[in-house]
């Protein structure tokens, strides 16, 4: 650090080269992401209320009272209006929370166990491996669902928590919920539902006309579900969320925090300071869009996953992994061979997109930042790619 500070600027042009490199949504190329642009209000908003610290609720009221109100229309959105909850730095975090809960909540449990889909999302491994939990992957059948009967066969007296996803990371699938929810109903095993990303995607879907199983609240066993604003919520990146059914759950395995200048209260958080802007911003976001503008947004994300879908059937050598649920796409080989050579050389032009060795297949997430004439030219370098590499 010099010793005299720069002039704006100055430090506006430095920042600008040095951030070159970085991808933008608005490029059309960030086709594997599951994160878009926040929209424009949300930044405004955001930016007005940035000191807004939620890790000390008592000096922040209002904020705390506008948390408590989204979580009661989310509620609504997830099939029960009487959950409790928080936001969190995102979908990581509200996991953690759920298996330290799950965890928790058996005691009794020597060796506690969670069971998960081997679809599961990356930070269960992570929750189980800071919290000393053992993690039973179910094995997936031909068609990327889950194997009810291998679920089942996992579950033994050291369960302390199941795990079912609503939207999978690798295809945006969505697990037999209801189905599991009948497995350990009255088992005293605690039921939690990944809905990171289908969390702002499904309601929404439903309300469209798609054919949606049963995946939250609704379904009687469901304790507890992780949904992302930053993700088809357009939040501020990073904002997650928890939201749990039984309220005398924070009294049984919350932190107290003693010493704080707004008073003493209870929080799930793995974090202390909490920062209120996202929230402020996500709350100005449903009251901004509302039910109908969200379920525009989900209405366009289909119409081109649909589009994209199309466009992949007609190329010969490349296949679906599976028909789109929601808007994710998964792109394999008709042969059985890697999918590598065409990441890689989708990459070299560019083409930012996931890829997932063990299922073999790329993923392309038709956010809102995605459109037509993106997804016209991927296709045309992907259908290159697949000719040259004579699939």
């Not at 189905?179 to 969390?199: P, R, S, T, Y």
Request: net charge neutral; proline share 4%.
């Amino acid at each position: 650090m010099q010793e005299e500070g720069l002039e704006k600027r100055e430090i506006l042009n430095l920042l600008e080269k040095k951030l070159e490199k970085d991808f933008s949504y608005d490029s059309g190329f960030i086709l594997g992401s599951m994160c878009t642009e926040p929209l424009d209000i949300a930044k405004e908003i955001y930016i007005k209320y940035i000191s807004k610290n939620l890790g000390d609720p008592g000096l922040f009221l209002g904020t705390a009272a506008l948390e408590e109100e989204l979580i009661f229309e989310i509620g609504a959105l997830f099939g029960n209006r009487n959950i409790i909850g928080t936001f969190t730095t995102g979908g990581s975090e509200a996991n953690l929370i759920a298996m330290r809960i799950a965890r928790n909540l058996r005691s009794d449990i020597k060796n506690p166990e969670v069971v998960v889909p081997a679809s599961a999302h990356i930070s269960f491994d992570k929750a189980a491996d800071i919290l000393n939990l053992k993690l039973r992957k179910v094995k997936l059948m031909d068609n990327f669902q889950v194997d009810l009967n291998h679920f089942e066969s996992l579950i033994n007296k050291n369960t302390c928590a199941v795990v079912e996803v609503a939207g999978t990371t690798s295809l945006g699938l969505i697990d037999p919920v209801e189905e599991i929810g009948k497995l350990v109903e009255g088992k005293n095993i605690f039921f939690h539902i990944d809905a990171a990303f289908g969390g702002f995607v499904l309601p929404f879907l439903k309300r469209l006309g798609y054919q949606i199983p049963l995946w939250d609240f609704s379904v009687k066993s469901v304790d507890s579900i992780t949904a992302d604003p930053h993700k088809m919520g357009l939040g501020i990146i990073p904002s997650g969320g928890f939201f749990i059914k039984d309220a005398l759950i924070l009294q049984k395995t919350g932190f107290e925090i003693p010493y704080l200048a707004g008073g003493n209260f209870k929080h799930f958080h793995i974090v202390g300071t909490r920062p209120g802007g996202p929230i402020i911003a996500f709350w100005v976001i449903l009251k901004y869009l509302g039910i109908n503008g969200f379920n525009e947004i989900i209405r366009k994300c289909m119409k081109n996953t649909e589009y994209l879908a199309q466009r992949i059937s007609e190329i010969n050598g490349i296949k679906l992994a599976v028909d789109p649920i929601m808007n994710v796409i998964g792109i394999t080989t008709e042969n059985g061979d890697s999918i590598c050579e065409i990441e890689k050389a989708l990459r070299n032009n560019n083409w930012m997109l996931g890829k997932f060795l063990d299922l073999n297949l790329i993923r392309v997430v038709i956010m809102p930042h995605v459109k037509r004439e993106h997804l016209s030219n991927f296709v045309s370098d992907l259908e290159k790619i697949v000719k040259k590499l004579k699939l």
